[in-house]
Nanobody, 127 residues
Framework: QVQLVESGGGLVQAGDSLRLSCAGS????????MGWFRQAPGKEREIVAS????????YYAASVKGRFTISRDNARNTVYLQMNTLKPEDTAVYYC????????????????????WGQGTQVTVSS
């Protein structure tokens, strides 16, 4: 059974940091690009960041560039999202996802390019 499990969400104050983790099983996720998406209440799911299978390329949404960092540990089948200087507008459910294309070195940023999704972890940033 293919699974992605996110962890690390929580309630923090503006300016704080959080580190999200996403552990994969049932598939060799180390050979696929991975991404983090988020969805706030009443809004569509949006890309936050993505990373190619070997970590060589990354993509960041303009709203998080310079504050968030995506990384991966292929030996652990795990991808991370370090979130610094959090803002109330970062409040959302954060999802990790695995892309469709095997050994794609790019960092896909469209939801349709991903085929496995985690259940999500809530991040709430108070002002």
């Amino acid at each position: 059974q293919v699974q992605l499990v996110e962890s690390g969400g929580g309630l923090v104050q503006a300016g704080d940091s959080l580190r999200l983790s996403c552990a994969g099983s049932g598939r060799d996720f180390s050979s696929y690009p991975m991404g983090w998406f988020r969805q706030a209440p009443g809004k569509e799911r949006e890309i936050v960041a993505s990373i190619g299978w070997n970590g060589g390329k990354t993509y960041y949404a303009a709203s998080v560039k310079g504050r968030f960092t995506i990384s991966r540990d292929n030996a652990r089948n795990t991808v991370y999202l370090q979130m610094n200087t959090l803002k109330p507008e970062d409040t959302a459910v954060y999802y990790c996802a695995s892309a469709r294309e095997y050994m794609d070195m790019s960092a896909p940023h469209l939801a349709g390019e991903y085929d496995y999704w985690g259940q999500g972890t809530q991040v709430t940033v108070s002002s």
